[in-house]
């Protein structure tokens, strides 16, 4: 898979040189056009996953960006509008995942989202504390971090 991977990349900046243009959006389009070349020719190389893995990372892309969208207008509103509507709480959040490179992505994911920080993982590993603007009910907060990053960072580097 990670052959397939370099290889794509390699298509993609062939792109670019096709192109005669190196910019990030002609990039991402080599990439793509790259991608549905190898999808295309897959019994060539066999039953390698690769075209589910990059799905499965562009669906963890796109749930960030929404996720950034909506808690940074969340943020926005609360700072133009008189009076405050924050009720913050550290929430500690139960882990399933135990890779610590998958650990270190979901934290990350989670402080560069408006609203919110990871603060600490317990000693184990198996716990995340977070400190979130916006707490109506901390298990809710926890079964949206679990359903929405977690499974998502999981799947995407599983």
């Given at each position: 898979m990670t052959n397939l991977f370099r290889l794509n990349l390699l298509?993609?900046?062939?792109?670019?040189?096709?192109?005669?243009?190196?910019t990030s959006l002609n990039f991402v389009a080599?990439?793509?056009?790259?991608?549905a070349a190898?999808?295309?020719?897959?019994?060539?190389?066999g039953s390698t996953g690769y075209s589910g893995q990059v799905i499965r990372?562009?669906?963890?892309?796109?749930?960030?960006?929404?996720?950034?969208s909506i808690s940074s207008a969340q943020v926005a509103w609360d700072v133009i509008t008189?009076?405050?509507?924050?009720?913050p709480a550290i929430v500690a959040v139960p882990l399933d995942?135990?890779?610590?490179?998958?650990?270190?992505?979901l934290a990350n994911l989670i402080s560069l989202t408006p609203g919110s920080l990871t603060l600490d993982s317990s000693p184990d590993e198996k716990t995340l504390y977070v400190h979130i603007m916006?707490?109506?009910?901390?298990?809710?907060?926890?079964r949206r971090i679990k359903t929405g990053f977690e499974r998502r960072v999981?799947?995407?580097m599983g």
């Open positions: 298509l993609a900046m062939g792109w670019c040189a096709l192109w005669g243009a190196f080599g990439f793509l056009v790259g991608f190898l999808s295309v020719a897959s019994p060539i190389f990372i562009a669906n963890l892309a796109a749930y960030f960006v929404w996720e950034l008189p009076g405050h509507k924050s009720s995942i135990t890779d610590p490179l998958q650990i270190l992505l916006y707490v109506a009910d901390p298990d809710d907060v926890r999981r799947e995407a």
